[in-house]
T-cell receptor, first 115, second 112 residues
Framework: EAGVAQSPRYKIIEKRQSVAFWCNPI?????LYWYQQILGQGPKLLIQ????????DSQLPKDRFSAERLKGVDSTLKIQPAKLEDSAVYLC?????????????FGPGTRLTVT | TQLLEQSPQFLSIQEGENLTVYCNSS?????LQWYRQEPGEGPVLLVT?????EVKKLKRLTFQFGDARKDSSLHITAAQPGDTGLYLC????????????FGKGTKLSVKP
């Protein structure tokens, strides 16, 4: 079974530029998450989709971040314009409900450096 | 705000030693998960604990969920260099369809 795919793996941009990340979840996983992981921290949820609908985007900085999941499969996360503090690893995960909990499977992440 | 505090933040030990890392909160979680993350990779799920007082074993790793479902521990017996990584605990918020609150992690280094 293929895992969660993300691209690009690395991105370096200047502040005020825009950037987009792509995620392809595990086939059949209805729930998709985007997390931000700053160095030395645990992942912080940015947005959660169930199929192509948003379940939770309470921690997404909506003035600069946007995300979509068209057709309930692939997803893109965009930052425009980027700030220095956006430097982090952006992780995508998809999950499967096991009857008592959601088990999340993570992609390798995109490391963003904003200079 | 629900928070998970992990301790210690860093741990460096020799191969063959035993260790325990802790995950504590003032909040009750419907379930708690432990992940291991290696540099340049995403976290990988190790275990999910659901019932208060539950103990699960995964080879040399033993996971325990507190009776009140507010805390958890991970014990590693006879650590090996392959155990090196960032250990993250994550609590599930009840009724949230999988929304997880992550701790900051314990960075473990096992030296040969």
């Amino acid at each position: 079974e293929a895992g969660v795919a993300q691209s690009p793996r690395y991105k370096i941009i200047e502040k005020r530029q825009s950037v987009a990340f792509w995620c392809n979840p595990i086939s059949g996983h209805a729930t998709l998450y985007w997390y931000q992981q700053i160095l030395g921290q645990g992942p912080k949820l940015l947005i959660q989709f169930q199929n192509n609908g948003v379940v939770d985007d309470s921690q997404l900085p909506k003035d600069r971040f946007s995300a979509e999941r068209l057709k309930g499969v692939d997803s893109t996360l965009k930052i425009q314009p980027a700030k220095l503090e956006d430097s982090a690893v952006y992780l995508c995960a998809s999950s499967l409900y096991r009857g008592f909990s959601y088990e999340q499977y993570f992609g390798p992440g995109t490391r963003l450096t904003v200079t | 705000t629900q928070l998970l505090e992990q301790s210690p933040q860093f741990l460096s030990i020799q191969e063959g030693e035993n260790l325990t890392v802790y995950c504590n909160s003032s909040s009750v979680f419907s379930s708690l998960q432990w992940y291991r993350q290696e540099p340049g990779e995403g976290p990988v799920l190790l275990v999910t604990v659901v019932t208060g007082g539950e103990v699960k074993k995964l080879k040399r790793l033993t996971f325990q969920f507190g009776d009140a479902r507010k805390d958890s521990s991970l014990h590693i017996t006879a650590a090996q260099p392959g155990d090196t990584g960032l250990y993250l605990c994550a609590g599930a918020v009840g009724g949230s369809q999988g929304n997880l609150i992550f701790g900051k992690g314990t960075k473990l280094s096992v030296k040969p």
